[in-house]
């Protein structure tokens, strides 16, 4: 049973444009949320985070929402760029160890 | 800061062999996790470490798996008598509280023919 579901495996936008990836989290102990990218053959790189008491984190061009009623977080990229073409994994964290719940991943392509 | 680093990069075995992975990660995290990851799958948790002590491992971790974190630096995940099924990436992410953001190394590239 998957705890956080990306529910689109693959997204298209021109550069320039809003990127929206989406995510939904069926564990209501998730307290801590993260998104990565990760490029073929490397490890995933850390984007952004929202802790379960915000319902908005900004880090430049990157924003995340977490809409904990719906138990649904969406990462904005605006605007996005070439560079920004990867998979972008959605993560959730609950409990005192701490490991990380990955979401199946969206492939982004942002075309010139 | 370096950054965590996993060593080798790629590892190619022949089925039954015993292969192990070295996990070196940010010097001042405390907390180690190991993490697997296959084709069309996002990575799923192997096992954590607090300094030297192993917390908590997930069912995913068969007898065939062990883990070690001496002295609570580097750590190294072994896997014994290798199987298909266990070509993998092998991904090491470490933290220093939590919550945390983890910080994972590049990954191991593990091929079992």
């Known amino acids: 049973d998957q705890q956080v579901k990306q529910n689109s495996p693959s997204l298209s936008v021109q550069e320039g444009r809003i990127s929206i990836l989406n995510c939904d989290y069926t564990?209501?102990?998730?307290?801590?949320f993260l998104w990565y990218k990760k490029y073929p053959a490397e490890g995933p790189t850390f984007l952004i985070s929202?802790?379960?008491?915000?319902d908005k984190n900004e880090d430049g061009r990157f924003t995340v929402f977490l809409n904990k009623s719906a138990k649904h977080l969406s990462l904005h990229i605006v605007p996005s760029q070439p560079g920004d073409s990867a998979v972008y994994f959605c993560a959730a964290a609950g409990g005192s160890q701490g490991n990380l719940i990955f979401g199946k991943g969206t492939k982004l392509s942002v075309k010139p | 800061d370096t950054g965590v680093s996993q060593n080798p990069r790629h590892k190619i075995t022949k089925r039954g062999q015993n292969v192990t992975f070295r996990c070196d990660p940010i010097s001042e995290h405390n907390r180690l996790y190991w993490y697997r990851q296959t084709l069309g799958q996002g990575p799923e948790f192997l096992t954590y470490?607090?300094?030297?002590?192993?917390?908590?491992k997930s069912r995913l971790l068969s007898d065939r798996f062990s883990a070690e974190r001496p002295k609570g630096s580097f750590s190294t995940l072994e896997i014994q008598r290798t199987e298909q099924g266990d070509s993998a990436m092998y991904l090491c992410?470490?933290?220093?509280?939590?919550?945390?953001?983890?910080?994972f190394g590049p990954g191991t590239r593990l091929t079992v023919l």
């Open positions: 470490f607090q300094n030297e002590a192993q917390l908590e």
């Open positions: 929202i802790s379960s008491i915000k």
């Open positions: 992410a470490s933290s220093a509280t939590r919550p945390d953001t983890q910080y």
């Open positions: 564990n209501s102990m998730f307290d801590y």
